[in-house]
């Protein structure tokens, strides 16, 4: 029996191992474009882009030989009928198959320019570390996780340092009002300076020109715009949506066998009547653990309350569940913020807020019928 796990980063990974863990015997073949073996992501906007954290420190921990890993391996088209993967380097055929081919960076092609850079992969961060110098004018465009994230890193690192978003405020699709207002305020604290409610219509060799028609000098511009899940080479054969990627159940079952996990999916929850999409570190891992579990036949379903963090200019930002712009903002201490939709309690975002974690969690659980 061959397991085939397409996508060698966190999501895959993990479910490699929770594989091996529950079956010793199973093949097991992780397929993946990077040349890295699996490392951490997060670091690459924050310790690793400010040069405290080292390469070697980047690395998912693993157990020698779990599995097989191919690393340069595209996947380029599925064939869900005879049941293989077309790579680029063969066909690799399969009884099982984890989907976790995560996102991509969306590259808008009216900003194609060699001062431009986006960040997801590790030689992205190389790259885009090589030009953060004090002397640098960065333009970022884009207020979600990492452009706030990159621009407070530049700061850390002497760069001179100008967000641009076309909402007019930050964090637009993530959290409130209120919240976003207090994360303004500490990237106004560090000297960033902020251009919302304007696009960058072009970059040229002096900089960003806005849709204004104001010009920002600068030397580099990160567009971070958000990503698009990786499913082109899933030729339809399953369900997905552009944005949502492949549309899986609270087990990750997409088809017969198939199943997914990570940033290239999109779950359903117990806690939500619509598919819930949580691009973020430990929604990927669990995913990932059970992903594999519901292969192997022990099925259990994604109850967490989903949950990410971000680290800006040495303040701590925590979401749990849904907060979304969508949702009634109400700030209920100075670290915290609780998010409604008509009478539920959806989401919180915590601000420097750790010490709230666990009763906060606990609280959504119970509001969301999960205990
Ligand atoms: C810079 C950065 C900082 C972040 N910081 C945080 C944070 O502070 N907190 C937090 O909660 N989350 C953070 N995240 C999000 C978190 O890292 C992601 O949610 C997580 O990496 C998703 O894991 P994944 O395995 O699903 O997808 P990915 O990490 O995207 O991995 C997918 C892998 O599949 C490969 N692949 C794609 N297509 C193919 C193909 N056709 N064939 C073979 N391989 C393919 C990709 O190259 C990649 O190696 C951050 C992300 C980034 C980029």
């Known amino acids: 029996m061959r397991l085939v796990v397409v996508g060698g980063s966190l999501a895959g990974h993990r479910a490699a191992l929770e594989a091996r863990r529950r079956d010793e015997e199973l093949e097991i073949i992780v397929v993946g474009d990077e040349p890295d073996p699996p490392y951490q992501r997060p670091p690459l906007s924050k310790g690793f882009l400010a040069g405290t954290v080292r390469r070697e420190r980047l690395a998912l921990r693993s157990s020698p030989g779990a599995y097989d890993l191919r690393l340069d391996t595209r996947a380029e088209h599925l064939d869900l009928s005879e049941r293989v993967v077309h790579t680029n380097r063969g066909v690799v055929a399969f009884d099982l198959l984890v ?36 002397y640098t004018r960065l333009v970022t465009v884009g207020a979600g996780f990492i452009g706030l994230e990159v621009a407070a890193t530049a700061r850390e690192r002497g760069a001179s340092v100008h967000i641009v978003e076309a909402d ?14 207090a994360i303004a305020r500490w990237h106004e604290q560090h000297g960033v300076s902020l251009t919302v409610g304007a696009t960058v219509a072009e970059v040229t060799d002096d900089g960003a020109l806005l849709d204004t028609g104001s010009l920002l000098a600068a030397d580099s511009v990160l567009v971070a715009t958000g990503v698009r899940p990786n499913i082109g080479w899933l030729d339809h054969c399953l369900p997905t949506d552009p944005r949502l990627g492949v549309l899986a159940d609270e087990y990750g079952r997409v088809g017969e066998g198939v199943v997914a996990a990570g940033d290239v999916t999109t779950w359903r929850h117990p806690g939500w009547d619509k598919p819930v999409r949580s691009e973020h570190f430990e929604t990927a891992a669990t995913q990932g653990v059970l992903a594999a579990r519901t292969l192997l036949g022990s ?11 971000s680290d800006q200019h040495g303040h701590l930002v925590q979401i749990l569940g849904l ?15 609780a998010y409604y939709r008509g009478e539920r309690l959806e989401g919180f975002v915590l601000l420097d807020g750790a010490d709230e974690l666990v009763d906060r969690r606990e609280e959504l659980e119970v509001a969301l019928g999960l205990r």
């Open 99 to 134: 989907i976790a081919t995560g996102a991509s960076p969306l590259r808008p092609t009216s900003l194609a320019h060699p001062h431009v850079l986006t960040l997801r992969t590790l030689s992205d961060a190389v790259a885009l570390r090589a030009r953060l110098e004090p």
């Open 168 to 181: 007019r405020r930050l964090l637009p699709r993530a959290l409130g009002a209120g919240a976003s207002a």
């Open 323 to 337: 907060p979304g712009p969508d949702a009634e903002e109400e700030q209920r201490s100075p670290t915290t913020y």
């Open 299 to 309: 099925p259990t379903p994604w109850r967490d309350v989903p949950f990410g963090w």
